[in-house]
C-alpha cells in the first residue's frame, strides 16, 4: 500500500475507525479472535515482533472472510540486544516477520523504541531502504519522544506516517499530539483504555452512564475525535472487541470533551526503566 491509498484507507477515511491491538492474542485461540475481528469489520490490526503473534496475524488474515486488500497490517521492529544492534539484524528480523505475516509487502512497519537515540539512526536508514526495495510500504515510528522525531529529516528522506505511543484520557499527550500534527503525521494511540484503568475514572463513568455506554468506549470516542488519532484497543473478548469498534458510534458533546481534559493525570503505564522519555 502507498501512503496516499494508507492516508485515504485508514486515516482519512470519512470516518476514523479503532484499530485491533493484538499484545497476548498468541495461539489458536488468538487467531480465531483476530479472525473474528476482522469479520466483524476491523480493517486494521497491530502486531510486533516482540509480541510473538504475528503467525496467527497470519493465518487470522488467511481464514478470514474478507478482502485482505482492505487490511491494513502493522508490525513493528526493535533491536534491544547490544550484539544485536546492526542494520543485518533489523533486515533479518523484518524477513522473519513477512514469513510469519505471510506478506510479500508490510502496509505499515514501526521502529518499535528508540531506546537510547543511537539506534534511530541505526533502524531509520535500513528502513528508507527497505521502503526503496519494496518490502515495506509505509514507515513508523513508536514511542519517539519530539527530540528523536525531530532527527528523522536528517537521518532519510521519506516521510514517516504516524507515531504510535500511549495515549488515553489519563495521559493525554497535548504536546506531541500538536508536534505531529504540524508535521502531517499521526497519532496511532496505543493503551487507549488505559489497560482497563479508564473504569475506575469517576468523571469517565458518569459520561459513560450519560451517554448509556462504557468508559472504554468513552476513551475510544474521546480519541477518535481527536485529529489525526487512530486509537487501537486490545480485547481477548469478543463482546469487548465489538463494543470497542461500535465506539464510533458515540457522540460526546463539548461539555463531555472539557470534563475529559480536565482529567489528564499524565500516568504512563508503559515506562521501561531504560527509557529517557
Ligand atoms: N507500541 C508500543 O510500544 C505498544 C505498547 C503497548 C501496547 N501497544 C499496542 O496497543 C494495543 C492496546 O494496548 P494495551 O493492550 O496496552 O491496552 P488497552 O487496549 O488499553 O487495554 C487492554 C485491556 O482492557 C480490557 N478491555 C478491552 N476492551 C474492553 C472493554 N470494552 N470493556 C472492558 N474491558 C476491556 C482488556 O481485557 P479483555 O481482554 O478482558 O477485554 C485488556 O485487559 C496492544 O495490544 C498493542 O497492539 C503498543
Redesign the pocket.
Known sequence: MAITELDEHLFEAEQFSPGL?????TDDEGTAIIRDALEAGYCHV???RL?GNEAEVGDALEAAAVDRENVLVAT?VAHFEEPEKTPEYVRTAVEESHERLGTETLDLL?H??PRDGSDVETVLPVLEELVEEGSVANVAV??YPIRYLERIDDLIGLSVIAN???M?PLLQQEELHEYVREHGMYLVA???????EV?DVPELVEIAEKHDT?P??VSIAWLLGKEGVVP??????R???E??LAARDVELDTEDVKRIESIDREKR??DPDWMQW
Open positions: 491491538g493484538t499484545y497476548t492474542l497491530d502486531t510486533a509480541y513493528k514501526y518499535h523504541w513508536s514511542n504510535q505511543v500511549e488515553h496505543y493503551s487507549p483504555i488505559a489497560q482497563g473504569f462504557t472504554a468506549a487501537i484497543p486490545r480485547s481477548s473478548s463482546e469487548h472487541i463494543a470497542n503505564l508503559e
